[in-house]
């Protein structure tokens, strides 16, 4: 069985090889570190779309499990020199089980008591990051995290980085990619539009949302965990709430419920500050700004879950993968 | 012939209300059974206490021989009980496709795994792809499969909503009122339709105004007054039943 | 025992979280008419403070005196963020589209994108720093209650929240415009059946809510006298942590939870860091939402 999906194929080809090409005949490490930054804004933007857009769980809490990979793989990795697989890996368990313990209680809640909940956590995680000195060394930041290692080889250069992201981002979209088109993505789909009827359809809506949260946390680990070391220092100022708008910018800018729209949506929100960077310190104003006019006049986003579901759907069914 | 389902002295109250007061009755296997009664007599009620989606009072419930009362409405749903409801709940931003989807999954179950490898679960997933098709094709859905279901006509929301449900591919169905709102040749070709489902076999438990179908189509009808439960036999009785003639009187006048 | 100390920070509390609750209370109006939170509210406390600021410096006014111009910069913020962020998504008026959820959270971002927008704005204006009113016009007299320190400030926040919510009773219960707002926020069909133009009281409920708000922020800036661009977001959050635990759409569980909010901030001073009492708020919010999910004042049938 031949599964077409000549987009994702699109996308892996301009990420792996477009783009590092570009970077390699015109770039400079600026571009190369935006390049970065919007692959690992595209896998946010993928896990909140998963959370928000096909689970329907409005969500403010990014920086939470963003920043809890982050610091853990800044901390393993300082303290005890771990090397990659083992960093993403520990970055995707803890995360899961992390977003599995809060998620319990909190997936119940109704979409606006959900929506300040998740607020109240981005919160609790920033005061945490910024007082809990011993562990994360407070305001400073956490400063000279190594490079990436794998096993006895370090990577470092612009394109090794790139490489590591590239590679673990197109891994967590197709993950989210997998379970969004998916009957599994249906069942999420039914219990955000109605969770009674999607019981007594015989879906267990709260299993399911609790999954969808999991898997975002987890997820937003990874990213986190890129995040460290691409970064090399981590200070409790990434991780505000004002950060978490970000995410849901990218999200809805890209279209809610698209994957497409993720990695559309994290090139506006990291690429369109840094153009306005000469006018001054706009970057929240410029991504305050993106949410609002899109929010205004793209209501459906720029590849909305509408458009990219009938464009998979399209292919499954002339592929006869969905009839038969 | 034995009963699929039993209710026993069922009672469900609001703050004092009784809205079904100590009603009892069975429905065999393969009827086609009409719940009848004016408006406000508790038939919803009723439904709803089946369905799990509300807990009874007092009372118990039999299905398939073991007891179901106060079971959460996934749990009825897996053991085979498939509702539509009265006012209409398709899921409006999805699919026509992925709301018949919705009730072939409640019956094969989804797993995250199985999203993740695809060929985990292949199996599942074909039956799940084949009772979706086939629930689109019997109600003649399946050109509008790629609609977004609030985008339908409210006839034909109506019928997707029961082809969900039958997608669950259930043994008892719950039909709360399906012709209400369809024209004259709707309501003909629903009534063609649920008598089908019963030849082929399905248990029926059916809640509807329109009379002429109820006679028509039930093999038995169940009438309730206020929560009270006030007649049980085949169509012809029942109409000439002096309790049920005094319930609708008093109701319409 | 009465311990002076102990009672001074609870009493300090209660009149932070009595801000909380004035700042609440706009949140609480405009979700009881609309269901959609109004994110930019803490943008108009920010504004209620930065108008104090001009009134006593540049216009030189005695403290207050900047109240017409508080009164007024709230209300044209109030309708500025209605007609901006809520407006345009409200072309129909039936119920079912008016509260629908895709409007609900479109509002929502909308308003949370504009308070951005707002806020950085602001920034750029004042360039992040905190500015400060000055001493003399400050309402920092220190005042003895009973062996109780308190200032004049705090005295006055007090004062004002329940000068404004009694005067809030008055005009939800006492005039046409308070009942034309209950009616729309009970049953909006009925209220547009008897004529009640539904979009009128939208407005009057972002002007209601929005003069709270700022004058909101006007007691707190005299009553500690400093004064930043984001400090409307640590409040308007705390605001509407207290909305939520309050129950979404009661005033009174609003203010309760509100002072709530602000006297076990008092009390976890006495025992954390100052540092860590930023989280207390949330803590208490999710330990309230996990054993209430929906509150702990929810209005019957809302
Ligand atoms: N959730 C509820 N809370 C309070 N009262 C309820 C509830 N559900 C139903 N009732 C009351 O119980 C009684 C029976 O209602 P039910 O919906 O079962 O009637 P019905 O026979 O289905 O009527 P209809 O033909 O109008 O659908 C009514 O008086 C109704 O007001
Ligand atoms: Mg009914």
Not at chain 1, 109 to 130: E, Q
Not at chain 1, 180 to 204: F, I, K, Q, V
Not at chain 2, 58 to 67: I, P, S
């Amino acid at each position: 069985m031949n599964r077409p999906l000549p987009l994702g194929w699109l996308l892996a080809a301009v990420i792996l090889v477009v783009v590092p090409a570009a970077l390699w005949l015109f770039g400079s490490a600026y571009a190369a570190r935006l390049a970065q930054l919007v692959l690992i804004t595209a896998l946010l933007a993928a896990a909140l779309n998963l959370l928000i857009g096909t689970a329907g769980l409005l969500s403010l809490d990014t920086v939470v499990y963003y920043g809890f990979g982050a610091y853990l793989t800044a901390i393993l990795s300082t303290n005890y020199g771990t090397t990659l697989p083992t960093e993403i890996l520990a970055a995707a368990a803890a995360g899961a089980l992390l977003g599995g313990l809060i998620g319990w209680p909190l997936v119940r809640l109704a979409s606006i008591f959900f929506a300040v909940a998740t607020m109240g956590l981005a919160t609790i995680f920033h005061t945490t990051v910024l007082n809990w000195v011993d562990l994360t060394r407070g305001p400073m930041g956490y400063r000279g995290i190594p490079a990436f290692k794998l096993g006895e080889f370090t990577i470092d250069g612009w394109a090794g980085n790139y490489y590591v992201i590239a590679v673990v981002v197109l891994g967590g979209v197709w993950i989210v990619h997998r379970l969004t088109h998916s009957y599994y993505g249906n069942a999420m789909r039914a219990a955000r539009e109605d969770e009674d009827c999607a019981r007594a359809m015989g879906l267990s809506p709260h299993a399911l949302k609790l999954q969808a949260y999991a898997v975002h946390a987890s997820l937003m680990s990874v990213a986190g965990a890129l995040y460290a070391h691409a970064n090399n220092f981590l200070s409790p100022d990434n991780f505000v709430l004002l950060e978490s708008g970000l995410t849901l910018t990218a999200v809805v800018v890209g279209g809610l419920g698209s994957l497409p729209g993720a990695f559309i949506g994290a090139l506006v929100v990291v690429l369109v500050p840094e153009l306005l960077r000469p006018l001054g310190n706009l970057r929240a104003f410029g991504f305050g700004m993106i949410l609002f006019l899109s929010i205004l006049f793209l209501p459906r986003g720029l590849w909305s879950e509408v458009s990219s579901l009938a464009f998979v759907r399209r292919h499954l069914f002339r592929e006869g993968w969905l009839k038969r | 012939m034995s009963s699929l389902l039993e209710i026993d002295r069922l009672s469900r109250h609001f703050h004092g209300l009784r809205a079904v007061d100590e009603v009892s009755f069975g429905v065999n296997r393969g009827e086609l059974v009409g719940l009848i009664g004016p408006n406000g007599a508790g038939k919803t009620t009723v439904f709803n206490c089946i369905a799990g989606t509300l807990a009874p009072t007092l009372g118990e419930l039999r299905f398939d021989g073991a007891r179901i009362t106060g079971f959460a409405p996934e749990r009825v749903a897996a053991l085979g009980i498939a509702r539509t409801f009265q006012n209409l709940r398709v899921f409006p931003d999805i699919t026509v496709y992925d709301n018949v989807s919705v009730g072939a999954i409640g019956r094969a179950g989804v797993s995250f795994a199985g999203a993740l490898l695809p060929f985990l679960e292949r199996g599942r997933t074909r039956r799940i792809a084949d009772s979706t098709s086939t629930a689109l094709e019997r109600f003649g859905l399946a050109a509008h499969a790629g609609t977004l279901a609030g985008n339908l006509s409210y006839g034909q929301k109506k019928l997707l909503e029961i082809a969900r449900a039958l997608a669950l591919e259930p043994k008892l169905l719950l039909l709360d009122e399906p012709a209400a709102g369809l024209n004259g040749n709707e309501t003909e070709a629903l009534a063609v339709l649920v008598r089908d489902l019963r030849d082929a076999g399905l248990t029926i438990l059916l809640v509807e105004h329109d009379m002429p179908m109820v006679m028509r189509v039930c093999d038995r009808i169940v009438v309730l007054d206020s929560g009270r439960l006030i007649a049980d036999g085949a169509p012809a009785q029942v109409r000439a039943d002096a309790a049920v003639r005094a319930a609708y009187l008093g109701d319409d006048s | 025992m009465f311990d002076s100390f102990v009672a001074g920070q609870l009493a300090i509390g209660a009149s932070v979280g009595l801000t909380y609750a004035l700042v609440a209370i706009g949140f609480t109006l405009i979700y009881r008419v609309l269901s959609a939170v109004n994110f930019a509210h803490g943008e108009v406390y920010t504004l209620g403070a930065f108008a104090t600021l001009v009134a006593v410096t540049t216009l030189k006014a005695p403290p207050l005196a900047a109240v017409p111009l508080v009164i007024v910069v709230g209300l044209a913020a109030g309708l500025g963020i209605e007609r901006v962020a809520f407006r345009p998504f409200r072309r129909f008026t039936d119920e079912a589209s008016l509260k629908s959820r895709a409007v609900r959270e479109a509002t929502l971002l909308s308003s949370l994108a504009l308070g951005i927008v707002g806020r950085e704005a602001m920034d750029q204006v004042w360039h992040g720093q905190w500015l400060a009113i000055p001493q003399d016009k400050m309402l920092n007299q220190p005042v003895n209650l009973g062996g109780v320190m308190l200032s004049a400030g705090e005295l006055a926040i007090a004062g004002l929240s329940l000068v404004l919510l009694v005067g809030l009773q008055w005009l939800l219960l006492r005039t046409r415009v308070g009942l034309e707002i209950r009616a729309v926020s009970s049953n909006l069909v009925g209220a547009q059946f008897s004529g009640i133009d539904i979009n009128r009281v939208v407005l009057a409920t972002f002007a209601v809510g929005s003069i709270l708000g700022a004058l909101a922020g006007m007691v707190v800036s005299l009553a500690y006298g400093s004064i930043q661009s984001s400090m409307g977001l640590t409040v308007v959050l705390k605001a509407f942590v207290a909305m939520v635990i309050g129950g979404l759409t009661s005033i009174p569980g609003a203010v309760v939870a509100g002072v709530l909010i602000g006297v076990a901030e008092g009390a976890a001073s006495l025992w954390v860091a100052s540092a860590w009492t930023e989280m207390v708020a949330y803590v208490l919010l999710i330990f309230t939402l996990i054993f209430f999910p929906r509150g702990l004042f929810r209005r019957r049938g809302a």
